[in-house]
């Protein structure tokens, strides 16, 4: 069983910046591909990003690809999203999600996740 907190959401103007964190525990970190979905009020959970288990590959959202970046630090087994020039649709509440080696993109494929953290983008 993998344990995920994520840290970091907040209250920022359209144009700001916020890095998230997740950090995890349970299982070797580096054995774990981890994504980050998010869920606006009303809508569907979506995916994001996602990165391998040994970071060389990563996949980004159409919508966020170019100002979103996924990064791992398997010795202090965290994933991070840094999120640069934040839009008001870019407002949800964002999870951490780890499975098993093979990277994925879609929520069934992931069995632990953590409990949100809430961003919050005015214009």
């Known amino acids: 069983q993998v344990q995920l907190v994520e840290s970091g959401g907040g209250l920022v103007q359209a144009g700001g910046s916020l890095r998230l964190s997740c950090a995890a525990s349970g299982r070797t970190f580096s054995s774990l591909a981890m994504a980050w979905f998010r869920q606006a009020s009303g809508k569907e959970r979506e995916i994001v990003a996602a990165?391998?288990?040994?970071?060389?590959?990563?996949y980004y959202a159409d919508s966020v690809r170019g100002r979103f970046t996924i990064s791992r630090d398997n010795a202090k087994n965290t994933v991070y999203l840094q999120m640069n020039s934040l839009k008001p649709e870019d407002t949800a509440v964002y999870y951490c999600?780890?499975?098993?080696?093979?990277?994925?993109?879609?929520?069934?494929?992931?069995?632990?996740w953590g409990q949100g953290t809430q961003v919050t983008v005015s214009s």
């Open positions: 999600a780890a499975r098993p080696y093979q990277m994925a993109t879609m929520p069934a494929d992931f069995g632990s």
């Open positions: 990165i391998s288990s040994g970071g060389g590959s990563t």
